[in-house]
DNA sequence: CCAATTCCTACTAAATACCTAGGTTTATTA
DNA sequence: TAATAAACCTAGGTATTTAGTAGGAATTGG
C-alpha cells in the first residue's frame, strides 16, 4: 500500500509513529495551553490520530513528568512545565528510546569487545552527536512559534 | 541476550547489521587492497561474520556497483575504484536504503498530505541534513588511515 | 573433470511497529 | 446517588523487518 516502488530496500534509521505522534501531541498541548485540561479525544481529533493509540504515547509523556493528567470527567492533560523546557530530543529518547545509531553507544548496555579497534565507531558516535544537536536544538516552544508564524503568512479557515 | 536492563524502550533509528557489516566490508577490502581478489569467506572469517549472511550483503554492494567481482575459482571481489572514492554515505545507502528519518523526506515516495502545515518537518529536515553531512564526511580511505594509524599507536599481534 | 568460488532464491524464527479491544478506576455533574 | 466522562491498564493481533540458514546453479582455474 506504501512501497510502489521496486521490491527491496525501504530505508533504516527512521523515527516511528509513536515518537512522532508524541512530538505532534507536545505541541498541539502547547498551543491550546490555556490552562485547563485537554482530552486525549480532542488531540486525537485534531492530529488524525486513532484515539486509543494516541492514549498509549501519552502514557508514556505522562510516566517520564511530561504531562500533568487529572482523571475523571473533565478531566485531561496540560504540560507540567513551559514550552521551552522540552526539546524534540527529550520527547523521542522518552518515547523511542535512545537514539545512539548503534548498541555499542548505548548509556548502559552494550560495549562490544572490539571497541578499542573499531574503526567505525567513530563514524558513529560523530552520527550520534549530530542527531543529538539537531534534537535537542530545538524547542516545543519553537515548534509552537513556527506554526504561529505559518498562521500569519497564510491565514486560512 | 542483548537486553537485559527492564523492559520497554529499546532503540530505534538504529542502523541494521546490514548496513554496518557493509561498512567494515568496504574497510576490509580497503586495507586488503593488493591487486588481487579477495575471497568473502577470507572477509567473514576476519571479520567474525557469517559467511552466507555477508554473500547477501556483498551482492547488494556489487550490484551497486562498487565492486569487481572474479567468478569460480580463485576468484573474489576487489574495490573498483579507490578508497577516497566511498563515502560512509554511499554504502549505507545502498544497504539500508534511505537515511532519511522521516518517510515524508524520501525522494520519490512519500509527500504527505499535511506538507505545507507541519512544523515538525523542518526538524526532521535538518535531522536529515545531519546525518548526511557525517556520513558523506567520512570516506573508506578515512577509516583505513584510521586504522593505520591505531596499529602505529598499539601494535599487536 | 574437480574443486573453489560467485551467484541466486527461498525459507524461518524472532522481534518490532502500529494499532484494536476491552476493561478498571476516578471524578464530575445531573 | 446514578450516570457519564474521562484517564488508566493490559492483552492481544496483523504485517513487516531483521538476521540469518539452507541449498543449490553457474562459472572458472588447475
Not at 513528568?65 to 496540560?78: D, I, K, M, P, T
Amino acid at each position: 500500500m506504501q512501497c510502489r516502488g521496486g521490491g527491496g530496500m525501504r530505508g533504516s534509521m527512521k523515527i516511528s509513529t509513536r515518537g512522532r505522534y508524541a512530538v505532534r501531541v507536545m505541541l498541539d498541548l502547547a498551543l491550546h495551553n490555556t490552562g485547563d485540561c485537554i482530552k486525549v479525544k480532542d488531540i486525537a481529533a485534531r492530529q488524525g490520530i486513532s484515539e486509543k493509540y494516541l492514549e498509549q504515547i501519552i502514557a508514556l509523556l505522562n510516566k517520564a513528568g511530561f504531562l500533568q493528567s487529572v482523571r475523571g470527567a473533565q478531566g485531561g492533560y496540560r504540560l507540567l512545565r513551559a514550552p521551552e523546557e522540552y526539546t524534540v530530543g527529550m520527547i523521542l529518547r522518552t518515547t523511542e528510546g535512545s537514539l545512539a545509531p548503534v548498541a555499542c553507544l548505548e548509556e548502559d548496555t552494550g560495549e562490544c569487545n572490539r571497541v578499542d579497534t573499531c574503526e567505525t565507531l567513530q563514524v558513529w558516535r560523530e552520527l550520534y552527536d549530530a542527531i543529538n544537536r539537531v534534537v535537542d536544538g530545538v524547542s516545543v516552544a519553537d515548534l509552537a512559534r513556527q506554526h504561529r508564524r505559518h498562521l500569519e503568512e497564510a491565514p486560512e479557515s
